[in-house]
């Protein structure tokens, strides 16, 4: 059974940074394509990076791209999101998905097989 549970979310100031951890189990994420993705109220989910399962390459989307990084330990069969000068606009329900297919549409959420529970991250000051 394949299970996903994210942490490391709460409340930052604008400018700050958080750091999510993705745990995996069932599932070697080194063989996963690997997505975060966010969510507000009202709203779809964003797709916010996706990590390919071919060659272990990143894609973030604009709004972020240049503030979070994704990386993962292979040891611990974790991935993390790191989150710098984060904005008031970051503030959501951030979850991780995977899925062993090796092409997969980058931001699209029907793409991925599994999901985490979600971690909010609120941005406040």
């Known amino acids: 059974q394949v299970q996903l549970v994210e942490s490391g979310g709460g409340l930052v100031q604008p400018g700050g940074s958080l750091r999510l951890s993705c745990a995996a189990s069932?599932?070697?994420?080194?063989?996963?394509?690997i997505g975060w993705f966010r969510q507000v109220p009202g709203k779809g989910r964003e797709g916010v990076s996706c990590?390919?399962?071919?060659?272990?390459?990143?894609s973030y989307a604009d709004s972020v791209k240049g503030r979070f990084t994704v990386s993962r330990d292979h040891a611990k069969n974790l991935v993390y999101l790191q989150m710098n000068n984060l904005k008031p606009e970051d503030t959501a329900v951030y979850y991780c998905?995977?899925?062993?297919?090796?092409?997969?549409?980058?931001?699209?959420?029907?793409?991925?097989?599994?999901w985490g529970q979600g971690t909010q991250v609120t941005v406040s000051s």
């Open positions: 990590t390919s399962a071919a060659d272990g390459s990143t």
């Open positions: 069932g599932f070697e994420l080194g063989w996963a394509a």
């Open positions: 998905a995977i899925t062993g297919t090796v092409q997969v549409k980058c931001f699209m959420t029907t793409e991925y097989d599994y």
